[in-house]
T-cell receptor, first 112, second 114 residues
């Protein structure tokens, strides 16, 4: 069964460093999303991406964040200068249409 | 602003019991509602999707209902098993959003005792 994959599973970085989180969405899906979940809190929407551009973003997704689909299979989230409060589980999701979203296993980001 | 609330926050039941998890949302203008399961430290597994025009969806021992006008959904789990122990999340996709981001509740942590 097709699934969303994410790498790495755990990323540890120093405050101020840049990180890139990688995702491979399900191959025939057209809509891509990033969410995050700070420990003990709700899953929060960050950004959605369709037709090679950002279609919607939340207040969390400020200038420190960017997304890219560098090729036909990968979808990346970049945080330019990490802060302590960026520590969270980051989930990638994809959907074929504006329907059921399928989530990856997540990348746990720890900022020291 | 859409808010999603799930009650109870935690639930412990003996194996074999039928149970109901509740989800409420403040704005009835939703496109669809999705129930997920999350195991500790893991990703989200989609369980059921209900479109706004539907009243319920069933998958195996799971049945989800939707009452859009009252802003409520329930997830019914029949004959619970220890393997059902997980956190169950409810999420709504609002109507009219450009690409439909999901708004999540905080979840109900279910523990099924053998």
């Amino acid at each position: 069964e097709p699934e969303v994959t994410q790498t790495p599973s755990h990323q540890v970085t120093q405050m101020g460093q840049e990180v890139i989180l990688r995702c491979v969405p399900i191959s025939n899906h057209l809509y891509f999303y990033w969410y995050r979940q700070i420990l003990g809190q709700k899953v929060e929407f960050l950004v959605s991406f369709y037709n090679n551009e950002i279609s919607e973003k939340s207040e969390i997704f400020d200038d420190q964040f960017s997304v890219e689909r560098p090729d036909g299979s990968n979808f990346t989230l970049k945080i330019r200068s990490t802060k302590l409060e960026d520590s969270a589980m980051y989930f990638c999701a994809s959907s074929e249409e504006l329907n059921e979203q399928f989530f990856g296993p997540g990348t746990r980001l720890t900022v020291l | 602003k859409q808010e999603v609330t799930q009650i109870p926050a935690a639930l412990s039941v003996p194996e074999g019991e039928n149970l109901v998890l509740n989800c409420s949302f403040t704005d009835s203008a939703i496109y669809n509602l999705q129930w997920f399961r999350q195991d500790p430290g893991k990703g989200l597994t989609s369980l059921l999707l209900i479109q706004s025009s539907q009243r319920e969806q069933t998958s195996g021992r799971l049945n989800a209902s939707l009452d859009k006008s009252s802003g409520r959904s329930t997830l019914y789990i029949a004959a619970s098993q220890p393997g059902d122990s997980a956190t169950y999340l409810c999420a709504v996709r609002r109507y009219g959003g450009s690409q439909g981001n999901l708004i999540f509740g905080k979840g109900t942590k279910l523990s099924v005792k053998p």
